[in-house]
């Protein structure tokens, strides 16, 4: 038997509505008619009570005479009213003064006194009404009604109420049913389309009703639910196309790259997958692979087992070098990256064979290190005939100086002696002894040059701004008829030697000072300036200047751009330079132009990126 | 109500059973008068008089008997034993050439309608006047007792009971044989 909730919706409310109806109808009906009951009742006990006084009133002289005749006479008139059983007058003494019965009714008890008991309340009616006159009493009446009459016509009304219930419980099912229709066929359409859409998954399907009421507003829902499902799986299904194609792709990549890739599980018993980089590395057929422990190609049981410990903390592990069995028993250097995926016990990675590569690199560091030796070898064989070319030019330039200076005095004593000589023996005699002078000088230059390779740097802090001011001021001092605008930048100090600084101070400012000897507005600038972080000193001047493509020869001793006739100097000065400043880790450069003047720029401490590194090598 | 009065009632009952000769039942000794006797009683009870007609509320109720009494004991008895409007009754036997004095309701024996008129005028306002015999009510008492169809009926004159201050209950009015004086002096 089906439950009130499993029925369908119309059936409930048909029965809800005509049920309602009825009940309030039967509730109604039923009030009514209580209410009738009680009032038809009511009447009746009214009705007989009025009667009762009045007969009362009327029969008080009759009975106070004792005229029975006229007493009776009045008492059957009440045969008129045909719900009055009796009517009965007694008398002072108890016994019937007159009385009148209708016909066929229970005629009333004889004796006052036997009323008590004979009584039948409910079913009928009885009043009664002392009869006096100014106080006297002369007897009783009574008067008894049937209630049949009033449960008839109470019958009656029950009888017409409940065929009225009929006939509007008729009418109320009618209405119940075309009610419900009005809202249950749009809520079965709904629940059909539902079922439609449920069974056949098509979710093409619209209600598409046009009501402005909830069932409306559940219908566009329900419309806009299939619209939105309906591009759900739209979306689905091409995100699936989607899906395939980038899986395919990405299967493709899989298995096509070049470097081994495979999918494991994390306590190393299943191979799960592997593509055919891998494969070709293992020398093993796809169905010998797929399923077995991936530990068997761990050719040493001991990495794995540390590899295994390594697992249990990290996510990740890159670059890992582990040594791989093949099938046939070789074994290949390899490294591999992985990623753990722990909550899988999954393990992913790729295995990468560098076993060419190792013994490349191995050769290459074999020869590197030959290389090396070889280098130390020939640095020091270097170092030695440097030192041996020193010493020689230490030497020569030391023993050259006494010859040079006793030609030069004996020349001064052939020019005394031969005072008289013709102007052109004079003339050659000056000429000996200016190649002389200029001799000497080259061989001090030397001398000095070979001195600074040799001298050992004693480090400070020096004030280059005031060797510069010194510098100038000695060169003042040596011709004093030149106006040459000089600017130093103050309070530039560095850490190097004092005394070789002094030197690069001098070398660099007579320099300048001698190239723009024929220069008008002559200017000569020392500063310093900020160079990719390192500080960058400078000397400028606007005097000849020089071509940058023989720059350089210029740091080369005895390399000149000019003549001596046009600007002299031994060439030794540059050179001399370029050894202090790369004896203090720095660099030296130029930039000039001719006639546009010169700028020599150096550093006293070499940036830490030029310095050269050698690539390391493994260990 | 007096409860002597309701000792009576069965006893006026069962005298009342012998106009209809139905006095199987009845003791056979009761006569017309105590019939008359009873209907005394009866019309006082359903006739006012005036306030004035008693001298307090203690004042007795006065019966004359005019001629010859034809009660006998049973009036000396009533008066005895029961009251009348609520008050004691008091019996005058008034002879032929006696002042009729104070009295409420006088009766009149039927050997004394010769001397109607003459009492009549002797008789003092409030006296409520009953004659025994048919033409008393006609002549200008206030009630006439007589037989008639086996029973004791009575006729009354209303302008005579006006004309003495007394009121007669409508009531009775219907059972009177017959009504005299309406529109009277």
């Known amino acids: ?619 | 109500m007096p409860r002597a009065r309701l000792l009576f009632i069965p006893l006026f009952a069962a005298l009342l059973a012998w106009p209809g000769g139905l006095t199987a039942s009845a003791e056979p000794a009761f006569s017309e008068y105590k019939v008359k006797a009873e209907f005394i009683e009866r019309i006082a009870e359903f006739v006012d008089w005036p306030e004035s007609a008693f001298s307090g509320p203690q004042a007795p109720f006065v019966i004359a008997i005019a001629g010859e009494d034809p009660f006998g004991r049973y009036l000396d008895e009533m008066a005895r034993t029961r009251t009348i409007k609520g008050r004691a009754i008091l019996l005058r036997h008034v002879r032929t050439g006696d002042s009729l004095g104070v009295c409420h309701l006088l009766f009149i024996a039927s050997s004394e309608y010769g001397r109607l008129s003459e009492i009549l005028a002797s008789a003092s306002p409030g006296t409520l006047i009953l004659g025994d015999g048919e033409k008393f009510a006609k002549n200008g008492a206030q009630v006439g007792l007589y037989p008639k169809g086996g029973r004791l009926r009575f006729e009354i004159n209303l302008g005579a009971a006006r004309k003495s201050g007394l009121v007669i209950s409508p009531k009775i009015l219907r059972l009177a044989v017959a009504v005299y004086g309406g529109g009277g002096v």
């Open chain 1, 1 to 619: 038997m089906k439950s009130f909730k499993d029925i369908s919706i119309s059936a409930k409310l048909t029965i809800l509505m005509a049920g309602l109806a009825l009940a309030s109808l039967v509730a109604g009906f039923a009030v009514i008619t209580a209410l009738d009951t009680r009032l038809l009742h009511q009447e009746l006990v009214n009705k007989v009570t009025l009667l009762t006084r009045m007969y009362a009133e009327q029969c008080v002289p009759d009975l106070a005479f004792g005229y029975r005749d006229d007493a009776q006479e009045i008492l059957e008139k009440l045969s008129l009213a045909e719900e009055i059983d009796y009517a009965v007058i007694y008398g002072g003494d108890g016994k019937i003064f007159a009385s009148y019965t209708r016909a066929g009714a229970e005629a009333p008890p004889d004796d006052l006194a036997a009323r008590a008991a004979g009584l039948h309340p409910g079913r009928v009616l009885e009043v009664s009404e002392p009869m006096s006159y100014k106080n006297v009493n002369y007897g009783t009446i009574w008067i008894k009604a049937a209630t049949s009459e009033l449960s008839r016509r109470i019958a009656f009304k029950k009888r017409v109420m409940g065929g009225l219930v009929v006939v509007i419980a008729f009418f109320s099912l009618i209405i119940a049913v075309l009610a419900q229709r009005l809202v249950s066929v749009p809520i079965l359409k709904l629940a059909g389309l539902a079922r439609t859409v449920a069974e056949a998954k098509d979710y093409s399907l619209r209600a598409g009703m046009d009501r402005a009421d909830e069932i409306g507003a559940l219908a566009v829902g329900f419309d806009a639910m299939l619209a939105g499902l309906e591009a759900r799986i739209r979306e689905r299904d091409a995100a699936e196309k989607t899906l395939k194609q980038s899986e395919l792709k990405y299967r493709n990549l899989f298995n096509n790259a070049g470097i081994s890739m495979f999918r494991s599980r994390l306590d190393g018993a299943e191979l799960l997958d592997l593509n055919e980089a891998y494969l070709k590395l293992l020398g093993r057929t796809r169905e010998e692979t797929i399923g077995m422990p991936s530990v068997n190609v761990w050719a040493d049981p001991g990495q794995r087992a540390a590899m295994a410990e390594i697992f249990k903390t990290r996510d990740r592990v890159e670059n890992l070098e582990f040594r791989l069995l093949r099938k046939n028993g070789e074994i290949r250097d390899c490294i591999t990256s992985l990623n753990i995926y722990r909550d899988e016990g999954i393990l992913e990675g790729t295995i990468m064979d560098i076993t060419e590569r190792k013994q490349a690199a191995e050769a290459l560091y074999q020869a590197h290190a030959l290389l090396e030796v070889k280098v130390v070898e020939r640095t020091a064989e270097l170092k030695l005939a440097n030192e041996e070319l020193e010493a020689f030019t230490y030497s020569a330039s030391h023993d050259l100086r006494a010859p040079i200076r006793r030609i030069d005095g004996f020349s001064a004593l052939l020019e005394q002696e031969c005072a008289g000589m013709g102007s052109g023996g004079q003339d050659y005699i000056a000429r000996i002894r200016k190649g002389c002078r200029q001799m000497t000088s080259v061989v001090d230059d030397l001398l000095r040059l070979s001195r600074i390779m040799r001298q050992k740097i004693n480090f400070g802090k020096v004030d280059l701004s005031a060797l510069a001011g010194e510098a100038a001021g000695r060169l003042l001092e040596t011709e004093p008829g030149r106006t040459v605008k000089f600017k130093a930048a103050q309070n530039l100090y560095a850490i190097g030697d004092a005394g070789l600084l002094s030197e690069v101070m001098d070398n660099l400012l007579s320099n300048a000072w001698k190239f723009t000897r024929k220069t008008e507005n002559a200017e000569v600038e020392f500063g310093a300036e900020e160079q990719d972080g390192h500080t960058v000193y400078f000397v400028k001047d606007n005097g000849k200047g020089f071509d940058m493509k023989f720059s350089n020869k210029l740091f080369n001793p005895f390399q000149r751009l000019h003549s001596p006739d046009e600007f002299p100097g031994t060439g030794v000065g540059l050179s001399t330079v370029r050894r202090i400043v790369e004896h203090h880790g720095g660099n030296i450069w130029a930039e000039a132009a001719e006639d546009k003047g010169a700028a020599f720029y150096f550093t006293l401490t070499a940036p830490l990126d030029k310095k050269p590194v050698l690539p390391a090598l493994p260990s």
